[in-house]
């Protein structure tokens, strides 16, 4: 079947069941339920406290075909994923489904587990380039990846759609009781925010710390009530790891010329005011235009209610300037953002669900004017993917890319005109991550494009000097720079289902022919 | 009305993605540099490379430059000989001096004619960086109708000196001064050096303010960050 964007999408797909079809981002609300939670209570008197890994699958009961989930605060540092993963490899289990918000080079180790079928599915909402992406692309994985987007994933917890047998939460301070935060200990990462609705909803929760503080290990983030057994290990992983990617304001020119421009737009189109809000990923470029965006607020005296997503030091400055009130934080990307949140209470923790979750009573990103994404690829439809690169390869997933572009009063995408001497406009996009409808604004260094749908845009920025034109014109530029690409082909063969934040399928990867 | 010369931004004749973005930045001159910025074992691809940019991409918003490598050099003669057929807007000379001069413009006419260029139609810049070469500016200035600007290397002349630019630039001030006054009286663009920190816009602003206080009329831009300050100062 196709869905609303016309992707050719299977009705049933094997591992991974009947496919719901996207039917636009604002079609799919209303009354929710949420899913009961079995849990075990505890007695007076009943010790958590457990010795070893091995220890802690015992007492969870681990079996064969069992969902085992993770969160990705330690990023490239993570150590506690590998942890689990050897000793449910070392046990012989089967056909385990990893639960992870997100997977990085470290986890390379789940290629292997891949290729014995000891994980036969994984769900992510974030992956970066690396041999587990690739193994996926290659279709090592028996069942199909599902991605999801920061939001998305809570709401399949929280409604029963993704069941956590066993969630275990790195946690860099805990008490023997299982109270946990991430503000202290040698791997303190901050926020634990993505492993909130799995601590809530799993049906056991086991926290993995190597930092034991005395009872209770306040400022608590996740409550000892939602924990089962806490296990202490030599090292949950290097806080150093958190700092990956690239977290300072680029000094690339083209960069700089892009985020000026996206700058003006913002400030030409209204948005520097007071109260307003404002997010930007950590690339280089996206904290150009925040750099830029600071200018602004300076020069008009504007104090913003809040940033948010991941916080950089770069957003703990703007803070600490006044520029903004409070900071709203999934994760932090740096030590200067866990210091941050760990010592001013203006700076604060937001759960996944809080966040980006479309089912909820109203998502952070609900409340966000300007929101600052990039694009791996963008079709003229403004339908944007950060999920495949030119060769079909994953490099990616929605991470909080689809829940901001929907929330935010405007989405803008940054992104150079041409990457590795491709075109970044197609006419259409390998995979659809954001749908169009979403997104507003391409800047690029060549020229502005503003989606039609935002005809307000349009009409307010007739007359500004920023080089506004259409998103065909843009794309024929790029194209007289670097020519038209071969089309990529696939097999049939699906490698991953990209789910849009409510669940239903926008699109899926398929394997790319050698 | 006469073209602005205000930011000249220098791109390495072998980096195909900044000779592909070089006019994005809005400079008033792109140069493309065939000497410096390439190494002895890429001249010939730069060459090539420079020579298709020209020939295939659309830098129609900018005047176009190309610095060809010393013409008392094997790699010069064949930068003149490749990039005059490809019409860029002017060819900067390096070390140049009166007789370098006259020969580059017998050079040109000749590829010209066989070109159908009408004649005199590529400009010469030369690049003053010694001392004898400002000593002779004016006959430097007079030695071919072609020549429609100087640039004056500053960093060439200190290291004739064998010291170094400081910031503040206060060695130059007699230079420039002799520069900025030989072009105006001959009515040709006086192109002031390099400010090589590029993160310093605040040092870049006070050293392009200098220039222009002395007579210069624009200056090189070291990327495509300093282009918008050397536009508002040199207007």
């Known amino acids: 079947m196709k869905n609303i964007l016309g992707r050719e999408i299977p009705d049933y797909i094997e591992g991974y069941g009947e496919v719901k079809p996207f039917m636009g981002a604002f079609a799919n609300y209303g009354e929710r339920a949420k899913a009961s939670v079995t849990l075990r209570s505890v007695k007076p008197g009943e010790k958590k406290l457990l010795a070893s890994i091995e220890e802690a699958l015992d007492k969870v009961g681990l079996k064969d075909g069992m969902t085992l989930s993770f969160h990705h605060h330690l990023r490239n540092g ?37 290729k014995k079928g000891i994980v036969t599915k994984i769900s992510v909402n974030y992956i970066s380039p690396g041999p587990v992406a690739k193994a996926i ?26 069941h956590v047998d066993v969630a275990f939460i790195a946690a860099p301070t805990a008490d023997a009781y299982g109270n946990v935060n991430g503000v202290g200990g040698p791997a303190a990462c901050g926020t634990l925010s993505y492993a ?54 680029t000094k690339d020119p083209v960069g700089l010329r892009i985020a000026k421009m996206a700058a003006q737009l913002i400030n030409e189109a209204g948005y520097i005011q007071n109260e307003m809000s404002f997010q930007t990923g950590a690339g280089g470029t996206s904290l150009a235009v925040a750099a830029e965006v600071r200018k602004y ?21 703007m803070l600490n300037e006044g520029l903004f009130r409070n900071l709203f934080d999934v994760q932090c990307f740096d030590l200067k953002a866990v210091a941050s949140y760990r010592e001013n209470p203006r700076h604060q ?19 966000l004017d300007v929101m600052i994404l990039g694009a791996t690829e963008i079709d003229t439809d403004f339908n944007v993917n950060v999920v495949t690169g030119s060769d079909g390869v994953i490099m990616g997933a929605s991470g909080g890319h689809n829940d901001t572009a929907a929330g935010s009063k405007i989405a803008i995408i940054v992104t150079s005109l041409t990457k590795g001497r491709l075109p970044v406009i197609k006419d259409r996009v390998t995979t659809v991550t954001t749908p169009g409808e979403t997104i507003d604004v391409l800047v690029t260094e060549r020229g502005i494009a503003i989606n039609p749908r935002r005809k307000d845009l349009l009409e307010k920025l007739k007359d500004s000097d920023l080089p506004i034109i259409t998103i065909e014109e843009l794309k024929k530029i790029s194209e007289s720079l670097t020519g038209v690409p071969e089309t990529i082909e696939f097999t049939d063969r699906v490698v991953a289902v990209v789910e849009y934040r409510d669940g239903t399928v926008i699109d899926v990867v398929r394997q790319a022919k050698e | 009305m006469k073209r602005l010369r205000r930011s000249l931004l220098i791109i390495s004749g072998n980096n195909p993605k900044h000779i592909q973005d070089a006019p994005v930045f809005d400079p008033d001159v792109v140069i493309f540099d065939l000497e410096e910025r390439v190494a002895a074992p890429d001249k010939d691809s730069a060459r090539n490379l420079v020579r298709e940019a020209l020939s295939f991409l659309d830098y129609s918003q900018v005047e176009v430059m190309v610095r060809v490598n010393p013409l008392d050099t094997e790699e010069g003669q064949k930068d003149l000989d490749r990039i005059a057929r490809v019409k860029p807007g002017a060819l900067i000379i390096p070390k140049a001096n009166e007789q370098v001069i006259k020969q580059a413009e017998g050079l040109l006419t000749k590829i010209e004619k066989e070109e159908g260029f009408p004649e005199g139609s590529i400009e010469i810049i030369p690049i003053l960086e010694t001392a004898s070469g400002i000593e002779n500016i004016n006959q430097l200035i007079s030695s071919s109708p072609r020549v429609t600007g100087l640039w004056f290397n500053g960093e060439g002349l200190m290291a004739e000196f064998g010291t170094q630019r400081t910031k503040e630039g206060a060695e130059l001030y007699y230079v420039r001064g002799r520069v900025g006054i030989a072009c105006r009286a001959a009515g040709i663009d006086a192109i002031d050096t390099i400010f090589s920190d590029g993160n310093d816009y605040e040092g870049l602003a006070n050293d392009a303010s200098a220039a222009r206080r002395l007579g210069f009329t624009g200056k090189l831009a070291l990327d495509g960050r300093q282009v918008d300050t050397l536009n508002t100062i040199f207007q």
């Open chain 1, 297 to 317: 607020m300076q020069e008009k005296n504007v104090v913003g209610s809040f940033a948010a997503g991941g916080i950089t030091g770069y957003i703990v400055d």
């Open chain 1, 78 to 114: 993570d150590y506690v994923l590998n942890q689990v993963m050897a000793v449910v490899a070392q046990r012989g289990y089967k056909d385990i489904h990893v639960a992870a918000t997100g997977i990085f080079p470290i986890h390379e180790p789940l290629v292997d587990y891949m």
């Open chain 1, 196 to 249: 909130v609705a799995d601590a809530f909803f799993a049906d056991k929760v086991v926290a993995v710390t190597d930092h034991l503080a005395p009872y209770p290990a306040c400022p608590i983030e996740i409550t000892q009530d939602f924990v089962d057994y806490v296990v202490q290990v030599d090292s949950i992983g290097d806080a150093n790891g958190i700092v990956s990617g690239t977290l300072t304001v």
């Open chain 1, 349 to 367: 923790a937001m759960s996944g669900s809080l966040y980006g979750n479309p089912h909820d009573k109203g998502a952070i990103v609900n409340n």
């Open chain 1, 137 to 162: 692309s290659q279709g090592l994985l028996r069942h199909p990846a599902v991605f999801m987007s920061h939001g998305g994933r809570p709401r399949a917890i929280e409604s029963g759609d993704l």
